[in-house]
């Protein structure tokens, strides 16, 4: 074991602190067989063992009171594939130092998140996003991934040979085993056209399912109280690349730190909620530059919040947009924080939320510290309306009967984690109560 650390006070608080956890031990393993000491160690001593990538997700995913294993030493690039446009990484590499070895060959990843900061195991197992109704999330870029199971075996699964076991192990929520590393598709680093605008909610509903064929990345933002929504929109561009420094310093200017005294007004002052939503909405700038696609992908979020996203069918969108206006209209919800809509093509991963069907990715946040339960629970109701399938990273009230409704290959899932960890050393109480209810 190349780093081990045994302490009763060092406690893990995820990066909004919706939740935190004292671990008994914290693991850094360094290399594969690192790993597999760290699960054969506790298989003997009948110890549970929970991942931790970046901590990025809100929901509990790895809570543990004993053993918790940190992949923040396992990173690197293994192998670029120029020829079969793919990429081998460890799995505890960030999404941006990817991103940023990548482009100095060239390359990049297909699509990202407005974030990037997760590791690139934690991104793929909790099905994390970009938008563009061609790309998937990041899970669909994986061609293959090695997992570490709980017998300290190893098991590579492919997407063309172990096709049923592949589908089931991707979005798994590192309830399968330690992944230790994955191969990706990447492409040749393109440019990007990147325009950002104002419309009316009106013209957004007329002409939405144009936008979102029309455009490789549309994403929108909803302001709460407000007719005015912000569009962004990418598409490949001959036109060389531009220095965006100053689009770069004005976003984090705007995003960051004036948000941040917003949002802490807002929180003293809730009743001052709908005059910052509507400030906020005549405030959005209009742009348009040139740059490459991983340096417009994401941007820095340095204000805590809470997050509730949910996935629903691409189709029912504009009635799913009605209805949430008209919550927001009619009750009382202190929230500034726009709500952002994005869009993922359909796959066959089992617990992916897009599994068989094209869907709009529906994100509510509220400032860290806020009364957020309200909000969010009228929210998810209008998401159980429409059959939405909860972010695995994000906050949601699901029971197991209900995810087996909304996930149609939910309990051959449950069979597939039981082949790789009959024991059940990779749960914890909260994945227990989410899959054994």
Avoid at 143 to 154: F, M, P, R, W
Avoid at 162 to 170: C, P, Q, S
Wanted: hydrophobic residues 35%; glycine residues 4%.
């Amino acid at each position: 074991m190349t780093s081990f650390v045994r302490t009763k006070t060092n406690t893990f608080y995820n990066w909004a602190q919706t939740f935190h956890s004292v671990p008994t031990d914290w693991y850094y393993p360094e290399s594969v067989a690192d790993v597999q000491e760290i699960i054969t160690q506790s298989r003997n001593q009948k110890r549970t063992i929970r991942v931790v990538g970046a901590g990025h997700s809100f929901t509990p995913l790895v809570a543990t009171s004993d053993c918790l294993v940190s992949l923040d030493r396992l990173t690197g690039i293994v192998s670029l594939d120029d020829k079969n446009e793919t990429v081998t990484v460890l799995a505890g590499t960030k999404l941006f130092d990817l991103s940023e070895r990548l482009a100095v060959h060239g390359f990049s990843l297909e699509n990202l998140g407005d974030i990037n900061v997760q590791s690139v195991a934690g991104a793929i197992a909790t099905g994390t996003h970009g938008t563009g109704i061609t790309f998937g999330s990041i899970s669909t870029q994986v061609e293959s991934l090695t997992i570490v199971k709980a017998d300290g075996s190893l098991s590579s699964l492919h997407r063309r040979t172990n096709k049923d076991a592949f589908y089931g192990a991707i979005v798994s929520l590192g309830t399968l085993g330690i992944v230790v590393s994955v191969t990706l598709r990447v492409v040749k680093r393109p440019i990007y056209h990147y325009e950002s605008a104002k419309v009316q909610f009106a013209d957004l509903q007329r002409e939405l399912f144009q936008w979102v064929e029309e455009h490789q990345h549309f994403e929108f933002f909803l302001f709460p109280h407000s007719d005015t929504v912000h569009v962004k929109t990418m598409d490949p561009s001959d036109h060389g690349p531009e220095d965006i420094t100053k689009h770069k310093t004005t976003s984090l200017v705007v995003e960051n730190y004036l948000l941040q005294c917003v949002s802490s007004v807002c929180k003293t002052f809730p009743k001052s909620s709908k005059f910052f939503s509507r400030l906020s909405s005549i405030a959005v700038s209009e742009t348009s530059l040139h740059a490459p696609s991983d340096e417009l992908f994401s941007t820095p979020r340095n204000v805590r919040f809470v997050e509730m996203e949910y996935a629903v069918p691409l189709e029912k969108l504009p009635q799913i947009l009605a209805h949430i206006r008209t919550a927001l209209h009619t009750s009382n919800y202190h929230v500034h924080f726009p709500i952002e809509v994005r869009t993922v093509k359909a796959d066959q991963l089992w617990l992916s939320p897009s599994y068989e069907r094209p869907s709009a990715y529906i994100a509510f946040h509220m400032y860290s510290g806020t009364k957020y339960r309200p909000y969010f629970k009228a929210m998810e109701t209008i998401m159980d309306t429409f059959e939405g399938r909860p972010h695995w990273g994000k906050l949601h009230t699901k029971s197991t009967e209900q995810l087996s409704v909304l996930y149609p290959r939910f309990q051959d899932f449950l069979h597939l984690r039981e082949q790789f960890d009959p024991d059940q050393m990779f749960l914890n109480s909260y994945l227990r109560e989410l899959f054994y209810r």
